[in-house]
């Protein structure tokens, strides 16, 4: 299986790797002129290549072949409050093998104290996302939003909108899918450990957000993420 590399689409019709990706193909994996090697740009387009030499620190190729590949739908777009810890590393990780479009970072009231410079924190999720769509195979690179409040959201996307609730009123999340054609696309809002407050539940229901049941067991917030993007994906499974 040939080793998968990312050329962002401004630099896909130069047929060059950049030089971070050409450094890996290199040293890491030891692959020379001829080695043929799988591309993506992170827009759904796919190609096969051969390796056909250098240019200064980048390698040269050949493209082969090319696919464009459609995003699956329903489009996921996962309003996600960042958890304590290395949490929300693995929430996108997982995200981005299950196919979801875009992920925005939401500071809640109850959310722990986000350490470190934001713009690292970004960059560091955005790698992640990327490494994850290598090892899997997905071709859409999702969008990954500066980490923000809800209320600073000027308008939530998604056809269908739902948010994990634990209030006694909210509908289990099975009797909204697989009734239908997959809608174009689904919002998920999923809040910290505490859960939303009630100012930011009553402006989730304002913005349209239906509350759901993930069952009668108090998930964690990776967990309860990882299950409604599982469910949604099932539903609509083709």
Known sequence: MPAR?????????RNQLSEEESRH???????NSGDHIELFNGKGLTALARIAGSVGKRLSYEIQSQQHHTQTKP??????????????????QKAVELGVTEIYPIITENTVAVSGNPTKKLEKWQRIALEACKQCKQPWLPIISEPQ???KIDAFK???????????????????????EAPESIAIAVGPEGD???????????SQFKPISLGNLILRV???TIYTVSAIRYAFLK
């Open 196 to 206: 939303f407050t009630k100012k930011e539940t009553d402006f989730l229901l304002e």
């Open 25 to 31: 193909a290199q040293k890491v994996l030891r692959l």
């Open 222 to 224: 990776e967990t309860a």
């Open 149 to 151: 409040s809800l209320a």
């Open 75 to 92: 489009a996921i777009h996962l309003y996600q409050a960042i958890p304590k810890g290395k949490n929300m590393d693995l929430i996108i």
């Open 5 to 13: 590399f990312y050329v962002t689409p401004n630099d896909w019709s």
């Open 158 to 180: 998604g056809e269908q909108k739902y948010t994990a609730a634990l209030t006694q009123d909210a509908t289990p999340l099975n009797s909204y899918l697989g009734k239908a």
